[in-house]
């Protein structure tokens, strides 16, 4: 069974960084991507922040996204990252991970929306204060 565990959420100040990780179990390999949302507060729509497939060449983002946040993949310990830098606090939500299965070397260009993902944490508190 797959399990994704969010976790280094947290209050911080703005222009601050902050990295979140994503420890993934459960799949037989490491073909799978990775994908970042978030959900503001009051929205019901999870915001794409960033995938990464299975190499850390193999990345997507939107344009908001580029150069302030930047996706990595650990794959001794299984852990994805987000790194953020530079918060504001409308970065203020609570942050998901995702996975999908890809075949080996799929270009992540592709995946960008909530519905391609079908495996989903529970999400982690980022506030960002002014």
């Known amino acids: 069974q797959v399990q994704l565990v969010e976790s280094g959420g947290g209050l911080v100040q703005s222009g601050e960084s902050l990295t979140l990780s994503c420890r993934v179990s459960g799949f037989t390999s490491a073909n799978y991507a990775t994908g970042w949302f978030r959900q503001a507060p009051g929205k019901e729509e999870r915001e794409w922040l960033g995938?990464?497939?299975?190499?850390?060449?193999?990345?997507n983002y939107p344009d908001f996204a580029k150069g302030r946040f930047v996706a990595a993949r650990d794959f001794a310990e299984n852990i994805v990252t987000l790194r953020m830098n530079n918060l504001k606090p409308e970065d203020t939500g609570v942050y998901f991970c995702?996975?999908?299965?890809?075949?080996?070397?799929?270009?992540?260009?592709?995946?960008?929306?909530?519905?391609?993902?079908?495996?989903w944490g529970r999400g982690t508190q980022v506030t960002v204060s002014s």
């Open positions: 995702a996975a999908i299965e890809i075949s080996p070397g799929w270009p992540v260009v592709s995946l960008y929306w909530a519905g391609q993902f079908h495996l």
């Open positions: 995938t990464i497939g299975d190499s850390n060449d193999n990345t």
